[in-house]
């Protein structure tokens, strides 16, 4: 595979991207963690293919999107070694279609949801990984489990068995300094921590998705293993 971007573009985009890496690897630093541990994510639906399969060219191999259309689409046009992560909103309804493209669904956020994707992946015979979406801050705007919520499912989500569940995702609230950011990511955590200690053994969690271009450092600070970054990927690179 071979990209048509100009020289600028490709340099600027190899630019972006080391720097990127660079600020993982000094916030895992910092807390003394390794950056082996944590996967990019790069969040690809404002970009032109071109782009996209310039960052390929470059290394990374997890792609993610917010609508299931453009996922699909996208996975057809670009290598099967790409991991394809669903970030965004999803429809009951949408939900069977992706199952055969996408590595994990982010954005698991009610219990109808859960119950949909369980009844596709029995009728496909598949166990897809999902994570499941948190409203840490009770933002009436965002998508979610309330925590109190979650914690009353708990029990019952425990029963499912046709869904690997891989962790939590969230979504910050905006802010004018990543470090406002903090208390909803911890929070992530500690339910995480709260949820596996309820489990008895039975699950681990491992995932936290949480953090995005402004506030992924401090994300990372508090024990995000995934990192959503689009915009960060993409800057200084000419509009189309």
């Not at 991207?17 to 690809?44: E, K, P, W, Y």
Request: net charge negative.
């Amino acid at each position: 595979m071979t990209t048509s971007l100009s020289n600028a573009v490709a340099h600027q985009l190899a630019a972006n991207l080391n720097q990127v890496r660079d600020r993982i690897a000094a916030a895992c630093q910092r807390v003394g963690r390794s950056a082996d541990d944590v996967t990019l994510i790069a969040v690809t639906k404002y970009a032109p293919l071109e782009w996209v399969r310039g960052l390929i060219e470059l290394g990374v191999a997890d792609l993610g999107e917010s609508r299931p259309q453009q996922l699909i689409a996208r996975a057809a046009e670009l290598p099967s070694s790409v991991r394809w992560h669903q970030i965004g909103h999803l429809q009951r309804n949408k939900a069977e279609s992706l199952l055969p493209v996408v590595a994990r669904i982010h954005s698991v956020d009610s219990m109808r949801l859960m119950e949909q994707l369980a009844k596709s992946a029995q009728q496909r015979g598949c166990r897809p990984r999902i994570l499941l979406e948190v409203n840490v801050t009770d933002e009436a705007s965002k998508d979610g489990f309330a925590a109190s919520d979650l914690v009353a499912a708990w029990p019952a989500i425990l029963e499912q068995t046709s869904l690997e569940i891989d962790g939590l995702m969230t979504m910050a609230p905006l802010g004018d300094t990543a470090e406002n950011a903090r208390p909803a990511f911890r929070g992530l955590r500690e339910l995480r921590d709260r949820l596996v200690e309820m489990s008895s053994g039975r699950i681990a969690l491992p995932q936290l998705s949480m953090g995005m271009s402004g506030d992924f450092e401090v994300a990372l600070e508090e024990g995000a293993t995934f990192v959503r970054v689009g915009s960060g990927l993409f800057e200084g690179l000419p509009a189309e």
